[in-house]
């Protein structure tokens, strides 16, 4: 292990900007997935067009927006837009990704941002809703989710679905009448990586972070996981990572001091 | 909803409105912690994204969700953003792609069809007019051409197809002005019934290229807001909106030009990269 000091918010952030392939263009929601978007863009992939839903497209890399109308979206942006005209281009299949969070999710990758509770107007607790999960994730072609990984998250069944993943699983997209050929890609949470086997359209554990054991992961989902025939440890955060993270990314903590109380 | 806007709304004592939109959160939080919304059509409240959560207004939306006192109509931020875009076309509704599928499209007032030309389904979002909309913008001439500078959300749909539209701006310029750049003009004069000039209108949040949201009031806010009781919630009200006469008092309870000065800086990120 290294001596390197972070937490899990520090972490997931890390780990999932590894994933962002550059050149591709990623609509990215409020919070970690900003975060990972903005370290990607920072480390390794220079060319990663961000689209926000407010109409903000490719800013210069800056702090981190804390809105999706904050005029950080469109600081120095190459293109000012509107939030029709931002989801009108996803819509269309420009986005690679979409990059979201969620209450709660299930073995297909569906998103719960809703409610919880099994009456809809008896809620024990009502959420904020979709705001624009639910075009993210119908129309960019792959979407990655980070979450909180215990019991009442990853659920067998949702209280509510906001957001698609593959519905009721093979074909259920193109059934309801969503585009084809697109859907939920890898989950981060703080425990793993996961993703979806490509013909039950399950979930699958893909890798761990370190320290974390496949009886973990297990004991912490509500439904039965696929596994990978090798699954990996990812690498913790590199002291760049940390170092862009928090004197560059998000210098005022606003997100990143979300992960320090649980710290030990 | 400009917050110069809100508050007003607030200290003339409007209630049982319905709210329509995407995302709304603090300009709609000011509305439900206040308990003046009976019907929202909404795709994201009760949030202030990363701030934290509103719970003394959740607590009074779950209530009344129960008692049938609050009517909510489920949609997303781009259902939202094509039922004020049909509006403003001058249609009826609008077939789009997304919320099939979900348990939103069953609590919305969606439909679905197959489209008569390619077979494909597709969800037709009923156009939605508003009876007023309020909208903050950089500059406008009296007779209400508008210029927005920045990214433009949802305003030019929203301007088009609300039965009254006010505009709060930063400034009240010569037509000369405008006529120099008339491609900055989002919302034309016709669509407008009143002008009013609020400098800082959109103060604690942000006006793009003009001042940051400050986020230590915004902070101090989420703190009263997360106070389930309410009383946090009055004593902000009490100081910020029903205690100041107008929006010029509030903002120099708020440290006024020097704030805004600062903010403006942070706007720029200036001594930032």
């Not at chain 1, 520090?10 to 919070?31: C, H, N, P, Q, W």
């Not at chain 1, 209450?103 to 569906?110: E, F, L, M, S, V």
């Not at chain 1, 997209?173 to 993703?195: I, N, Q, S």
């Not at chain 1, 972070?209 to 990978?228: D, M």
């Amino acid at each position: 292990m290294s001596k390197l000091k972070y937490n899990h918010i520090e972490f997931m952030a890390s780990i999932a900007s590894r994933y962002l392939e550059d050149g591709k263009v990623v609509f990215a929601g409020t919070g970690i997935p900003m975060l990972a978007a903005a370290l990607a863009k920072r480390i390794h992939s220079p060319n990663l067009v961000l689209i926000f839903e407010a109409g903000g497209v490719a800013p210069e890399a800056s702090m981190l927006p804390l809105s999706v109308a904050d005029s950080r979206t469109t600081y120095h942006a190459t293109y000012c837009a509107s939030m029709p005209a931002a989801f009108e281009m996803l819509q269309q299949g420009i986005a690679s990704y979409a990059f979201l969070g969620g209450a709660q999710i299930d073995k297909y990758g569906n998103l719960n941002s809703t409610l919880i509770g099994d009456d809809y107007y008896h809620p024990k607790t009502r959420l904020p809703g979709s705001g624009g999960a639910n075009e993210a994730a119908s129309f960019a072609w792959q979407t990655f989710i980070i979450m909180n990984h215990n019991r009442n998250r990853f659920v067998e069944k949702p209280y509510y679905i906001t957001t698609p993943g593959y519905l009721d699983g093979p074909g259920g997209r193109e059934r309801a009448g969503l585009a084809p050929d697109a859907g939920p890609y890898m989950v981060f949470t703080e425990l793993c990586v996961l993703d979806f086997e490509p013909l039950s359209k399950r979930m699958r554990l893909k890798s761990l972070l370190p320290g974390v054991t496949v009886e973990k992961v297990i004991q912490e989902t509500g439904f039965e996981l696929l596994f990978h025939e090798n699954i990996t440890t990812e690498k913790e955060p590199t002291e760049e990572e940390l170092r862009v993270l928090r004197e560059e990314v998000d210098p005022w903590r606003v997100v990143l001091s979300r992960g320090d109380a649980k710290e030990e | 909803m400009p917050i110069a806007f809100v508050h007003e709304v607030l200290r003339q004592g409007f209630r049982n409105l319905g709210m329509a939109s995407g995302t709304r959160n603090l300009d709609g939080d000011f509305l439900l912690d206040n308990d003046r919304i009976v019907k929202l059509d909404i795709g994201y409240i009760l949030g202030l994204e990363m701030l934290g959560i509103p719970l003394y207004a959740r607590t009074l939306v779950q209530n009344k969700l129960k008692t049938g006192e609050l009517k909510i109509s489920e949609w997303t931020n781009g259902t939202m953003a094509w039922r004020h875009k049909a509006a403003a076309m001058g249609l009826p509704f609008l077939p789009v792609r997304s919320l099939a599928g979900t348990d939103s499209f069953k609590y919305s007032a969606a439909k679905q069809i197959e489209c008569p030309f390619t077979g494909i389904k597709v969800v037709l979002v009923p156009a939605i007019f508003c009876d007023t909309c309020c909208i903050h913008v950089h500059r406008a001439d009296k007779y209400g051409n508008c210029q927005i500078d920045g990214m433009l959300n949802e305003d030019y749909d929203k301007a088009r197809s609300a039965k009254n539209l006010i505009i709060t701006t930063e400034k009240i310029v010569d037509t000369k002005e405008i006529r120099k750049d008339g491609s900055k003009t989002v919302i034309p004069q016709f669509y407008v019934d009143a002008v009013v000039e609020v400098p800082n209108g959109a103060y604690p949040t942000n006006m793009p290229g003009l001042y940051y949201l400050d986020l230590d009031h915004l902070k101090a806010y989420a703190k009263a807001a997360g106070d389930r009781s309410g009383e946090s919630l009055k004593k902000y009200y009490n100081d910020y909106v029903f205690g100041t006469k107008d929006f010029k008092e509030f903002m120099k309870k708020c440290g006024g030009k020097k704030r805004i000065e600062e903010l403006r800086k942070i706007e720029h990120m200036e001594g930032r990269k």
